[in-house]
């Protein structure tokens, strides 16, 4: 009999029905080893020895491996194929070794990136040793990990600084921490736009000001209503001609999205599915274990030939030739790291969509199968027209732009939220020659503001931690999970990462002590390192060694500041957010108020204390909180509502409202909470456009026609013979008629 050990129950049932006779699988779930929680399991003086133990639970799940081991003629270590999956590997046959158990017992170690029969089988008859790379990278990982956690985190604790430091968790709070600065001690500028409704061919269009009295204008060139009310007076009465004096047309076409890599996966079930990195990862590794998608932890964008001849087969009968290229479309895999998986996230069969599944697991799988198939179609074309229009003064031109799609291409079948962001743009402009006469019937001036950066969803922080260089594919689910976990960051409704005061702290301590330990390029550096081990090009103690000794030394220089210094620099990094209005006078005796430090978390408390006791709890409604909120009365509210595609709902002086940072939208009759992306959208396109009314049919009753509009003061309605009914689309004749019938009786 031959016994092959995977990580997951779920997946041992899997194979085991592919192996069929002579064959045992069994699940070690998960790793089964761990550092001894205690000081001294690195030993840094003795060439950073490790000591090792069962992990608390696994006793059970050890018995059972080396008991279905004493009947097995061979032993097939089948663990992921990645870092953490080889360290597996190796921890089993280390214990196994210890227990003397592999006397006459082959030991293989074997990897399969889909869990299909001709996968496993293949993987099977082409086994191999366990990566000592690999796994040295794993211990160096580790280790590192471990020395952080015992260094730095007892310093955090004997000051009520915070609950934990690790390598990585703790540049996602300082990006977090950083970008609230950035966004509190933002100053909006003011700007002004000047568009015009023009008529050509009997077709009404908008231009954007180009170019005024010689010079070109920029998104900042108009910066107040002076300037703009004096280019409206040189331009002259709003009722003029104006002539084309430029036409651009050219065919331009969008290439499909790579297939997904585990980041990019993580990105688009956010934006897509409004899924955590958590529970992507939970729905993707059920996928692969049911034998439905490739290995999920992988950051190649590569597919193999097999799964290219598949998809373009797939194509070909489905959407025709028109959609397949002449050749494969190739996807480049920028990633140096060579311990992942060698191939994108796809499903592993390619005839429809899977059935029977629901859920979580339903939706992510319906976006890899997508995303695949649309990665080896063509490209989706279109048509671009771009028109500039001098006015009859010749003062000012105004710049139209014109696009539509051609031809669908990759867009059949998938598209992401930039293409649908694009494809909401898409206008079409009448037909125009040079020389052509336009009618120029009205000019709107639009008052803009500068807007601070936006805070980071979990989507677009796991991008930026990407392209920093810093985490990789099996470790962004857990940086997410863990920076809320500890309270160091909250989401809110938005999904939108704030600090919490906790975050706050830890971030300004470790900015001043641990600098190397926050710094991006020195935890992307490390990264590097980690990749290095991986590859052979750099031996496991070299790198312990320079990453150990700039570490020691900060822990020991951070051991003897005093707590009063400590809190003079944490007082220092948050003033701005402690005290918007510089006000950190002490209410009750004048003195200089400042944050202070307790086993309950951090609180706002004057410098007199004991003889003043006044303190401040820092919260959602606290002291720093308020003057916040009312510095941003007289600015741009950067904790405006993001709907997506850049568009965002605020509530303004003048009442609530839609932007895409170019126009702005009255929306009266919504809140934060009943407004949605495609009520925004639907606002913006139809901005000052007058809706016409929809005949929906005649009211047998009164024999009078019932009209739908679509926009009026409070939303979309419908009315007939003097009776309005508010709706939110527009219904069938049945049901008009009892709404309009069931308000004429309450009148």
Known sequence: MNLLIVESPSKAKTIEKYLGAGWRVIASVGHVRDLVPENGSVDTENKFKMKWQIMPGKEKQIKLITDELKKADAVYLASDPDREGEAIAWHLLDILKAKKLLKDKTVYRVAFHEITKKAVQAAIETPREIDKNLVDAYLVRRALDYLIGFGISPLLWRRNLGKSAGRVQSVAVKLVVDREKEIEEFKPVEYWSLESVCTAENTEFKAMLSKFDGQKQEKLSIQNQEQVDNILDKIGTPVLNATVVNIDKKKTN????????????????????????????????????????????????????DAVAEIRNFIAREYGNDFLPQNPN????????????????????????????SGDEAKLYELI?????????????????????????????????????????FMKVYTEDKDDEEDKKDTKLPPMNVGDVIKITELIPEQHFTQAPP??????????????????????????????????????????????????????????????????????????????????????????????????????????????????????????????????KCPDCGAKLGIKLSK????????????????????????????????????????????????????????????????????????????????????????????????????????????????????????????????????????????????????
Not at 291 to 305: F, P, S, V
Request: proline letters at 4%; aromatic letters at 10%.
């Open 600 to 747: 309950f978390g951090p609180f706002i408390g004057c410098e007199n204390y004991p003889n003043c006791k006044y303190t401040k709890q820092l919260g959602k409604v606290d002291a720093a909180a308020q003057a916040q909120a009312a510095a941003a009365e007289t600015r741009v509210k950067s904790d405006a509502v993001e709907l997506g595609d850049g568009i965002e709902f605020r509530v303004g002086k003048f009442g609530p409202y839609v932007t895409d940072g170019g126009k702005n939208v009255a929306a009266k009759q919504y809140t934060a909470e009943t407004i949605t992306l495609e009520i925004a959208r639907e606002l913006l396109a139809n901005a000052g456009k007058k809706a016409e009314p929809i005949k929906i049919g005649e009211n047998p009753q009164t024999k009078k026609m019932i009209f739908f509009y679509p926009s009026g003061k409070f939303g979309a309605y419908i009315s007939s013979n003097r009776v309005n009914v508010s709706v939110k689309s527009q219904p069938d004749l049945e049901t008009a008629i009892k709404l309009i019938n069931n308000k004429a009786q309450k009148k």
């Open 254 to 305: 969008r290439k499909p999205a790579a297939p997904f890599t585990t980041s990019t996966l993580q990105q688009e079930a956010s934006r897509k599915l409004y899924f955590s990195s958590k529970r992507t990862m939970s729905a993707a590794q059920h996928l692969y274990e049911q034998g439905l998608i490739t290995y999920m932890r992988t950051d190649a964008t590569n597919l193999n030939a």
């Open 369 to 409: 199968w997508k995303r695949t198939i649309a990665c080896q179609m063509k490209n989706a074309e279109f048509d671009s027209v771009a028109a500039d229009i001098e006015t009859e003064n010749k003062i000012a031109v105004f710049h139209a732009v014109g696009s539509t799609r051609t031809f669908d291409g």
């Open 455 to 584: 805070r980071y969803t979990e989507a677009s922080l796991v991008k930026k931690l990407e392209e920093l260089g810093i985490g990789r594919p099996s470790t962004y689910a857990t940086i997410m999970s863990t920076i809320v976990d500890r309270e160091y960051v909250e989401q809110d409704k938005q999904r939108r990462f704030h600090p919490t005061n906790g975050g706050w702290v830890i971030a300004s301590y470790l900015n001043k002590y641990f600098t190397d330990l926050v710094d991006v390029n020195f935890t992307a550096k490390t990264e590097d390192t980690l990749d290095d081990v991986s590859n052979g090009k750099q031996d496991k103690l070299t790198a312990l060694e320079n990453f150990w000794r700039p570490t020691n030394e900060m822990i020991d220089g951070a051991r003897g500041i005093k707590t009063s210094d400590i809190i003079d620099e944490i007082n220092d990094f948050m003033h701005k957010h402690l005290f918007a209005d510089d006000n950190d």
């Open 330 to 357: 190739v996807y480049a895999t920028k990633s140096k790291n060579a311990q992942e998986a060698h191939e994108a996230i796809r499903p592993t069969h390619f005839d429809a969509p899977a059935k029977n599944l």
